[in-house]
Structure formats: C-alpha cells, structure tokens
C-alpha cells in the first residue's frame, strides 16, 4: 500500500516537473536571446535617436529608406521596412506633418504619388548612419574586433541558413538564394531594421 502511494506521488510530480517551463532552457533559446538583443537594441537606439534627432528607430527607418531613393511610394516602403501597409502610412503622415516627408505627384505618371524627402527629413537622413554606429559601438563595447566580426559572420550564416530552409520547404532552388555577409551587411544601417515603436 505505502509503495503504490508512493509511486502515486512520484508519478505526480513527475508530471508537474514536466508541465512546468524549463525557464534555463528558454534564457539560453537561440531565437530567445535574438528576440532580446533585439528590443535592447531598438529601445537603445529609440533613445538616441529621440535624444538627438527627435524621432524614433523606426520613423529612422522609413527616413533612410526614402532617402535611398530605393522607396519613392507608399508600397515600396512598406515592403522594403516590413511594416504593414496601414501602419506604414501612418508614419509618413507624422513625418509629413513635422516637415520631413513631402509626397508629390511623378512627373511620367500623375498617377502616382512619389515620396521624397524634405530639406529637414534630407538633414536627419544623413546624420542617421553616425548615431546609429555609436549605439551598436556602444552596445559592442566588450567585443574586441575578431569578436565583432565573427558576430557578423555567425548571424549572416545564421540568416542564410534560414532563407535555405525556407526555399526548401517552399520547393523553389536553393542555389544563388543565399544572402552573403556583404549583401546581409553592406550599409551603414545594419540595426536600424528594428521597428519597435512609433
């Protein structure tokens, strides 16, 4: 009797041990501590940027893109941010409204509505890539410079093997669809892709 109850109790709280979360496994996740350094790093620039320039990370964001000249309409900037549609317009009407976006029609077509930047938008655009540099500088204050660049490396070989599972799940090539360390990092923006805020 006392060895069936006690193994009653044993198999009772072997499933509560189980049914609980493994909290030192999920601080030492992979995706976990990526998700981290993320928002550490948005909420750090966040500040900079609202300190310095009076904006956010991600209003930061749409500026530059603009300022490429790569995201003259609503829809390419929405996709080249990764920010929805609603979401993105939203942004640029605040912009509009501080003076630093103007939106005007194509010179080929009226019928589209090309984005472009402000003399004031044009002026914070490229004091950007400095502000930016000085917070990731910070942020890798205690990486010497092998450090910093096997970090690079290991995140570009961390994204593209994350695109190879994609295409391969998705059926298409894998051949030539891999981003290398130059294309994942060849502007001067590599955190600024971090819309954490407005």
């Known amino acids: 009797m006392n060895v069936e109850n006690e193994s009653g109790s044993g198999a009772v709280s072997a499933q509560e041990d189980t049914a609980k979360p493994n909290v030192a496994m999920m601080t030492r ?5 990526l998700r981290l350094a993320r928002l550490r790093l948005a909420n750090l ?8 320039l009076g904006i956010t990370n991600v209003q930061a964001t749409l500026l530059f893109l603009i300022s490429t000249g790569e995201s003259a309409s609503l829809k390419t900037l929405a996709q080249s941010s990764g920010i929805e549609m609603a979401r993105t317009s939203r942004l640029l009407t605040l912009l509009e ?3 630093m976006v103007t939106r005007v029609r194509s010179g080929s077509d009226r019928r589209v509505t090309e984005l472009q930047l402000t003399d004031a938008g044009s002026s914070l655009a490229r004091r950007l890539p400095m502000i930016l540099r000085e917070v990731a500088d910070l942020a890798l204050s205690t990486f010497d410079a092998a450090n910093r660049e096997l970090l690079v490396e290991m995140l570009s070989d961390l994204i593209g093997n994350c695109e190879v599972i994609e295409h391969q799940s998705a059926g ?3 051949e030539g669809d891999r981003m290398n360390a130059e ?4 502007d001067s923006l590599e955190f600024v892709e971090l819309p954490c805020s407005r």
């Open 29 to 33: 996740n992979i995706g976990h501590l």
């Open 45 to 52: 620039m966040d500040k900079q940027l609202l300190k310095q």
């Open 97 to 99: 409204e501080r003076g």
């Open 172 to 174: 298409r090539p894998s």
């Open 183 to 186: 294309e994942c990092w060849k």
